[in-house]
């Protein structure tokens, strides 16, 4: 077995880590305090080529796979969480066209989002309808030629700046059971109908815009389905077998981050006339939480190599998923312990990265959601 990156995928990671080292700064404060999406930080990630990796060339993206966007994740988070989110999570949703779109969805909706020249969302929670992805209750019908839908959707990142995004949609209210029921609709939201309120006073990632998004008679033409009618619902679910690697990378990226702020701290930090980072209590939270981090991540290579290798094992994935976040959280709380008191002070940046780990635990399947697929998985139907 081989465990060594190839050149492209070291040098992959090396221009990703000099863009937010050297990108990140001038916008996180800002951003985060006002909770405003930096746009030009995300026009020079477009520009630089950091948008899009996975797609073919011929959508402006480079060929490559989902793998290597989740590296650049990776850096990304290590930097500024809600810098990287806002950079890349601008393309989220894009990933369904990647997966089940036409060639003339993939031109027309990929190649703008690799330009900087558009940003798209994926609407699937709804207020009511959570965990319980199949519950979703937003209608469209279809009515000469078009879908019209109904409804509304919370949570959605980018709501707020998107210009188009995948909505899960009731399309088949009689179909056989409610995972048969649903589809995915493009969307764009300057078609009459489309509101969105921007949610503000999150704990993180505050860089990252989210909305909840309401559908009143907006109609579409029905081409703007992507995949099989009444299919949604597992589309949605392979979509996530692909996407949550992406979020691994977030949880593994902001922990590795917190630990090597906390490296630096101990060498410099002195208490009782000697450096912090001589006392075993010390340096054994540290070598926990790096071996975690490695844990972590060896876990979501694994499974982001086989998404590229055609095999979606949603157990490892699940299994990355909920793992990735808890060390996350763990590390980036074990940061700030570390830190003591400077650890609770907004200008040595740990106390951000510890309000933005959490998300990791929540978004795109919570813990106890991966931790219930992963124990189907094992036991089999009881
Ligand atoms: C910042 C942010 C960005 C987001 N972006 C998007 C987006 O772009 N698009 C989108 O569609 N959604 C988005 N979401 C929504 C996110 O995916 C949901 O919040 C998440 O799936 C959980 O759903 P919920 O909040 O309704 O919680 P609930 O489903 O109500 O869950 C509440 C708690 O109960 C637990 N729980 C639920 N069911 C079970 C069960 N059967 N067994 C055990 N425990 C259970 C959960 O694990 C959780 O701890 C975003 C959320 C946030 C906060």
Redesign the pocket.
């Given at each position: 077995m081989d465990f060594e990156l190839s050149d492209e995928q070291k040098d992959i990671i090396r221009a990703a880590r000099e863009f937010a080292e050297g990108e990140f700064p001038a916008y996180a404060d800002e951003a985060d305090a006002t909770e405003t999406f930096p746009r030009p930080l995300w026009k020079k990630g477009c520009d630089l080529g950091f948008v899009g990796v996975f797609w073919d060339e011929a959508y402006g993206g480079a060929g490559l796979g989902f793998f290597e966007h989740a590296l650049i994740m990776e850096e990304f988070w290590r930097v500024d969480p809600g810098c990287g989110q806002a950079v890349l999570g601008a393309l989220?949703g894009s990933q369904m066209i990647h997966l089940f779109g036409t060639e003339e969805q993939k031109r027309r909706y990929l190649t703008p989002l690799a330009r900087g020249e558009a940003i798209m969302?994926?609407?699937?929670?709804e207020p009511d309808a959570?965990?319980?992805v199949a519950s979703g209750t937003t209608r469209a019908e279809l009515k000469d030629g078009r879908y019209v839908i109904n409804g509304n959707?919370m949570?959605?990142?980018n709501g707020s700046i998107a210009d188009y995004m995948t909505v899960l949609c009731v399309t088949h209210p009689e179909g056989e059971n409610r995972h048969r029921r649903q589809s995915v609709l493009i969307v764009e939201t300057d078609r009459e109908g489309f509101e969105a309120n921007k949610l503000k006073g999150?704990l993180g990632?505050r860089a990252s815009d989210?909305a909840e998004v309401t559908f009143s008679n907006v109609a579409v033409p029905a081409d703007h389905i992507v995949g099989e009618p009444g299919r949604g619902f597992y589309h949605f679910m392979e979509f996530f077998n692909h996407t949550r690697i992406h979020i691994c990378a977030q949880g593994v990226g902001v922990a590795q981050g917190a630990l090597e702020r906390s490296i630096r701290h101990v060498k410099t930090r002195r208490q009782f006339g000697r450096p912090l980072g001589s006392f075993q209590a010390i340096q054994f939270k540290l070598a926990e939480m790096a071996t975690r981090i490695e844990a972590a991540r060896s876990l979501y290579w694994r499974a982001g190599w086989n998404i590229d290798h055609g095999i979606v094992d949603h157990r490892l994935v699940a299994m990355a998923k909920w793992f990735a976040g808890e060390v996350g959280v763990y590390v980036t709380n074990e940061a700030l312990q570390i830190h003591g008191g400077y650890g609770y002070l907004r200008e040595y940046g740990i106390e951000r990265l510890y309000r933005d780990a959490k998300?990791v635990e929540?978004?795109?399947?919570?813990?106890?959601?991966e931790k219930?697929i992963v124990a189907r998985n094992i036991l089999g139907r009881l």
């Open positions: 989220f969302g994926s609407a699937i929670t959570g965990s319980d959707k949570f959605i990142s999150k990632i989210t998300i929540i978004y795109e399947g919570t813990r106890e959601i219930l």
